[in-house]
C-alpha cells in the first residue's frame, strides 16, 4: 500500500537516538521561524521525486509534538508533502507524534482528496497501534468526503467503522447526519436515516432537528414539516432545538406566516421561545430587506430579556447598510458594547465596506483605529478594503501609511493582499514602478502571486515598452527557492500554457482586486 512503500523508504535514513536529542514536550509554541522554515521546505519539495526526508533532516533534533502539529496546520494545502512530512518525523527515534497531529494529518488527506492515502493511513495505524482509532477521527472522514461532494463514501465510512473496532453509535450518526447536511447532501442523508431508524440504532430529537434544519437550507420546508410530523406521531419529546430547526426551515423557505402560527404556539407546549428562536425571524425580515420587521422582534427579545448574539446583529447591521441607513448601524455597534456582545471583524468590516464603498477615507481610518480600542483584531479584507479603496481615489500617502503598519499589528500580507497593491497600481498613471516592486516584495517574501497578477503587470510593462522588466522579474522569480513561483516564471515570460494556473478560487486568500 502507499503509506507501506513510504515507510520504508523512510527506514533508510532511520536517525539513530544517540546522534539526536528529540524535544518530546514543550508548553511553549514553536519558533514562528521554524515553522516557517520547516513548511518552505515542505512547500518545494512538493513532487514525489524529491528527496524532502535528506532536507529536513538538519530539524531532527528540534522535533516537538508541538512543531509538528503547527508545521502540519500550516502546510494544510500541501496533502502529500505533509504525510511525508508526518512519517519522516515518525521515522525519528525516540520521537512520538500527538493524538492531535494524527487527527491533523487525517483531516489534511481528507481535504485534499488523497483518500487512498488516508485509508492506508488508518490501516497502518490500527497495525501498529500507534494511535487509537477514535470516533472522532472517524468524524474528520465523513467531513472529507461530504466536502469533496462524495457522499456514498462518507456512509460507506460509517459502516467501515466496526473493521476498525468502533461500534457506531447515534452520536457518530448525527455527525454525519450533520455533515452531510452542512454540504446540501440531505436527500442522502434522508435515505440513510431512513435505512437505520428502524434498527438497533434509535434517532434522537436531535437527529430530526439535523434533518430538518438540513432541509430547510436547500430550502425545502415541506420536508422539515414532514419529519416534525412524524417526531409528534412517534411520541417524541420535542425540544427547542427541534422547535427552531422548524422554524428555521419554514421561514427559509418562505414560509413565515406558517412559522409565527407554530412560534405563537409554543408556549402552549411548555417552551419559553429563546434568542435564536426570535433570531430566526430576524434573519427571515433582513433577507426580505425589511428593516422595520427585524427591528420589532429585536425589541421583543429586548422585553423578554433575550439578547441577541453577534450574529444576530451583524444580519442588522449588514441590511442597514446595504439601505444606507450608517447612523442605525453604529447605533447598534454601541448597543452591543452596552449589552456586552462584542463586535467581531465580520462587524466592523460589515461597516467598514459601505464607507470604502463611499470612499470615505477619514470615516474608514477612524474605524479601523477603533477596532483596536474596543479589541478587534483586522483582518485581510479589512486591509484589502481600506487599500483598494486609498489606491482607488489616489491617496498614496495614506496607502503607504497602512501598508506599514500592518506588521506592527502582527499581520503580515497574503497573496490577496499583494494582488490588491499590484492591480490597483497597474491602474493608475505613474504607479507602474511601485506595482513592481510589490511583485518583487511578493516573490521576496516566498508568496506565489496569482497567474492574473503575474499576466496583468506583464501586459502593462509591455504596453509602456518596459519589455526587459519583465525579463527581469522571470528571472528574480527562477532564482526562488519556492518551485511555484519559479513555475510562475513562465508566465512572466508570456508562456501561459506551460504552467499550472494559480487562480484566486484554488486559495482561500480571497481576491477583493
Known amino acids: ?48 521525486q524529491h528527496d524532502v526526508e535528506s532536507a529536513l533532516a538538519p530539524f531532527a533534533s528540534q522535533l516537538s509534538p508541538t512543531l509538528v502539529e503547527h508545521v502540519l496546520k500550516r502546510c494544510k494545502n500541501l496533502g502529500f508533502s505533509a504525510h511525508r512530512f508526518f512519517l519522516w518525523a515518525q521515522s525519528v527515534a525516540g520521537f512520538q507524534h500527538s493524538r492531535d497531529s494524527y487527527h491533523i494529518l487525517v483531516d489534511i488527506l481528507g481535504s485534499s482528496r488523497q483518500f487512498p492515502f488516508l485509508w492506508d493511513f488508518l490501516t497502518e495505524t490500527k497495525r501498529t497501534e500507534s494511535c487509537e482509532i477514535s470516533r472522532e477521527i472517524f468524524w474528520i472522514v465523513f467531513r472529507a468526503y461530504s466536502r469533496a461532494n462524495l457522499p456514498s463514501d462518507a456512509i460507506r465510512a460509517f459502516n467501515k467503522m466496526l473493521d476498525y473496532g468502533i461500534t457506531p453509535c447515534v452520536d457518530d450518526l448525527d455527525q454525519l447526519l450533520y455533515t452531510l447536511c452542512k454540504r446540501k447532501h440531505v436527500k442522502q442523508a434522508q435515505e440513510f436515516f431512513d435505512q437505520v431508524k428502524g434498527g438497533e ?10 434533518l430538518m434544519k438540513g432541509w430547510g437550507e436547500i430550502g425545502d420546508s415541506g420536508e422539515a414539516q414532514k419529519l416534525f410530523d412524524e417526531m409528534l406521531e412517534r411520541e417524541y419529546t420535542v425540544d427547542l432545538l427541534a422547535w427552531n430547526s422548524v422554524l428555521d426551515a419554514l421561514c427559509k423557505g418562505g414560509k413565515v406566516d406558517e412559522a409565527y402560527e407554530l412560534f405563537r404556539g409554543m408556549r402552549s407546549k411548555g417552551l419559553e421561545p429563546d434568542a435564536y428562536s426570535y433570531s430566526i425571524f430576524i434573519r427571515a425580515s433582513c433577507s426580505e430587506n425589511d428593516i422595520h420587521s427585524a427591528f420589532r422582534v429585536l425589541d421583543s427579545m429586548k422585553r423578554c430579556n433575550l439578547a441577541p448574539n453577534v450574529f444576530t446583529y451583524n444580519c442588522i447591521i449588514k441590511s442597514l447598510c446595504k439601505n444606507n441607513k450608517i447612523d442605525e448601524a453604529y447605533e447598534l455597534l454601541d448597543e452591543m458594547l452596552e449589552r456586552g456582545v462584542k463586535p467581531d471583524t465580520w462587524s466592523y468590516n460589515t461597516v467598514l465596506a459601505f464607507h470604502c464603498d463611499h470612499n470615505e477615507v477619514n470615516t474608514a481610518l477612524n474605524l479601523i483605529s477603533r477596532m483596536d480600542k ?50 490597483g497600481l497597474c491602474k493608475k498613471r505613474g504607479k507602474l514602478e511601485e506595482a513592481s516592486r510589490y511583485f518583487e516584495m511578493m516573490i521576496d517574501e516566498g508568496i506565489p502571486p496569482y497567474t492574473e497578477t503575474c499576466e496583468v503587470l506583464r501586459n502593462k510593462l509591455i504596453g509602456f515598452r518596459f519589455a526587459e522588466r519583465t525579463d527581469i522579474l522571470a528571472d528574480k522569480m527562477e532564482r526562488s527557492s519556492s518551485e511555484s513561483i519559479r513555475e510562475a516564471a513562465s508566465v512572466m515570460r508570456g508562456n ?8 484566486e478560487e484554488e486559495f482561500s486568500e480571497g481576491g477583493e482586486w
Open 1 to 48: 500500500m502507499a503509506i507501506r512503500s513510504l515507510l520504508k523508504s523512510l527506514s533508510v535514513k532511520h536517525f539513530s537516538s544517540q546522534s539526536i536529542a528529540v524535544h518530546q514536550t514543550t508548553s511553549n509554541p514553536p519558533s514562528p521561524h521554524l515553522v516557517n522554515d520547516l513548511s518552505r521546505i515542505l512547500s518545494d519539495y512538493r513532487k514525489p
Open 201 to 210: 440504532l434509535i434517532p434522537t430529537v436531535k437527529s430530526y432537528s439535523i
Open 374 to 423: 474596543d479589541g478587534c483584531n483586522r483582518d485581510r479584507h479589512t486591509y484589502n478594503m481600506v487599500l483598494k479603496m486609498l489606491i482607488r481615489i489616489g491617496r498614496f500617502d495614506r496607502m503607504e501609511k497602512v501598508w506599514y503598519s500592518m506588521e506592527k499589528k502582527g499581520f503580515y500580507p497574503t497573496v490577496s493582499t499583494y494582488a490588491v497593491m499590484i492591480h
Open 496 to 503: 501561459r500554457g506551460s504552467v499550472r494556473l494559480r487562480k
